[in-house]
């Protein structure tokens, strides 16, 4: 019981810790996930939503951590209890103790007594808890049976037999019979405690003849427990001191297998904590998207067929926008085998950024093993998901707006490789349109020879139009024209497959950036 215990809620096998790509602050503030993380935070604790930090490449990993969420959603109070645990079992081993509490003393022993016996009572709690429910992801399962395991081994059953013994007697101690030998000087050579009684100690009269013969001796070991079992500040004897020095080592003994077993079984309940902040804050957004009446899924994971969504949904802005000036519509999403690069257009504020950001909240839910925006989905793992939208102003000081940008695609371009996405929302748009359009192009053709998939949002029709003229490679993805409203309505919000509409926008775009004949003079 002195050595760790391993186990993980979110990690089926140590060496999958290390399969994750980061996510930046940055990038969700892109994607609109800000304001959801501070909400997790402010109800659920501070850095309960840190999960979207770091996304796993591991498909094992994922498809084990939605099982678990599948039996906590299942059996809630299993997940409130579990977290009432931990809690508990992290405080025990987070208490702080003073100097005098780490001394070889019998009040020092009895306390961790007690805090064995706390641990072991939470534990056995979860395990009847545990067998009752019978959960069927493979994560409660382990944890199930290791659980049962370490109630059920020799040690555990042992050292719960005597701490019953003594915790029987502990409120009834009123002496405690020491055995011990001495030397021809009458001075103690080896100590051990016999038993604890329950009535106070009484001389005979055999102990008070021996008490005249041999006074001082005597005195010296009636003295003894206000030392050895009990803290203390004065300066002893120099026999007494001896007599410390054969007893402290058993007494410090026994602390240190008191500590050691209370250490494994809490450093596996502290690890535990932390992970299930991750459990809970999925269950709370799942729950938050039910009462807002949209629907969610676990998604399929998949470690090569293309990412499919249906009935998808910019997760922001169903559960903390204004229904009244912000809709919620859903859409479709569909890569083509291999991967797709698209290219979306359509008019100012007709849901093109929104679409982009719930693609990509829909894979970083979906990754880290949470339900996602949609009604049904199917997401292939990733080992990297990049987001190229408009910079803010304090980013481009030093190289000025156009020159940020390049930067930026050209550091992506670096990390991308064919299991990546990339998120472009009017990138490339502070220059003239003809050089917009230049760069644009050889950036989407350069990418696609990386064979990451992409979705780029743009007001640049005419590079949509230009897709029969863009290059087909095979094995690589291909180019697809999505268009965001319609002729009849421009602001649909519903994203289609189809032909660019053939208009280029420009007053939308001026409009955007405050530039038009009312904005002005206004």
């Known amino acids: 019981m002195n050595e760790q215990i391993n186990f993980s809620l979110l990690f089926e096998e140590e060496q999958s810790r290390d399969k994750v790509f980061h996510i930046s602050s940055d990038t969700l503030e892109n994607l609109n996930l800000k304001p959801i993380v501070s909400l997790i935070d402010r109800e659920l604790g501070k850095e309960a939503g840190n999960f979207l930090a770091h996304i796993s490449t591991d498909i094992k990993t994922i ?35 003073f100097a005098f509490e780490r001394e070889a003393t019998l009040y020092n022993l009895l306390k961790r007594l007690e805090e064995s016996k706390e641990v072991m009572e939470l534990v056995e709690t979860l395990v009847r808890s545990l067998r009752h429910l019978a959960p069927v992801s493979a994560g409660l399962r382990t944890l199930s049976e290791l659980l049962q395991e370490i109630v059920a081994s020799d040690l555990y059953t042992n050292y719960k037999k005597d701490l019953e013994g003594v915790s029987h007697q502990g409120s009834k101690i009123q002496s405690i019979r020491i055995g011990m030998n001495l030397d021809a000087y009458l001075k103690p050579t080896e100590a051990i ?41 004065f300066q002893v004897t120099q026999d007494l001191n001896e007599l410390e020095r054969v007893i402290e080592p058993a007494m410090r003994q026994l602390i240190s297998f008191c500590d050691g077993f209370n250490d494994a079984l809490l ?5 535990m904590d932390r992970e299930l902040s991750f459990f809970r804050a999925a269950v709370y957004i799942q729950g938050l998207i039910k009462e807002a009446g949209m629907a969610s899924c676990l998604p399929d994971i998949s470690e090569s067929a293309p990412t499919e969504a249906v009935g998808l949904y910019n997760m922001h802005l169903a559960l903390l926008g204004d229904e009244a000036q ?22 100012n504020r007709g849901g093109k950024t929104t679409y982009t950001q719930a693609v990509g909240q829909m894979y970083l839910f979906g990754l880290c093993g949470f339900h996602v925006p949609a009604s049904l989905a199917r997401i292939r793992v990733l080992d990297g998901l990049h987001v190229h939208f408009l910079a803010k102003e304090k980013d481009t000081m030093d190289y000025g707006r156009l020159g940020e940008e390049c930067k930026r695609i050209s550091d992506i371009f670096d990390r991308l490789t064919g299991r990546s ?59 697809v024209s999505l268009v965001s409203g319609s002729r009849e309505e421009h602001q649909s919000f519903k994203v289609v497959q189809g032909e660019p509409l053939g208009i280029s926008y420009a007053k939308e775009i001026a409009e955007k950036y405050g530039v038009s004949y009312d904005l002005l003079t206004h």
């Open 63 to 97: 498809r084990y951590r939605q099982d678990i969420l599948k039996d906590f959603i299942r059996y809630p109070d299993l997940l409130h209890q579990m977290e009432g645990t931990a809690r508990r079992c992290y405080e025990i081993k987070n208490l702080i103790k």
């Open 193 to 233: 405690v016999l038993s604890f009684e329950e009535k106070p100690f009484k001389y005979t009269r055999k102990m008070k003849k021996v008490n005249k013969i041999i006074d001082f001796a005597f005195h010296e070991l009636v003295s003894l427990p206000r030392k050895i079992f009990a803290p203390d500040t």
């Open 267 to 271: 450093s596996l309940f502290e690890e």
């Open 326 to 347: 912000h809709p919620v519509v859903v859409n479709d999403y569909m890569e083509e085998t291999g991967g797709s690069i698209f290219i979306l257009t359509g008019p």
């Open 421 to 479: 996405l990339l998120l472009m929302d009017e990138s490339f748009c502070s220059t003239s349109h003809e050089e917009s359009m230049a760069i644009v192009r050889d950036i989407l053709k350069a990418v696609q020879l990386t064979g990451a998939s992409v979705l780029y949002n743009t007001h640049l029709h005419e590079l949509a139009a230009m897709i029969p003229e863009l290059p087909k490679i095979e094995g690589k993805p291909v180019f």
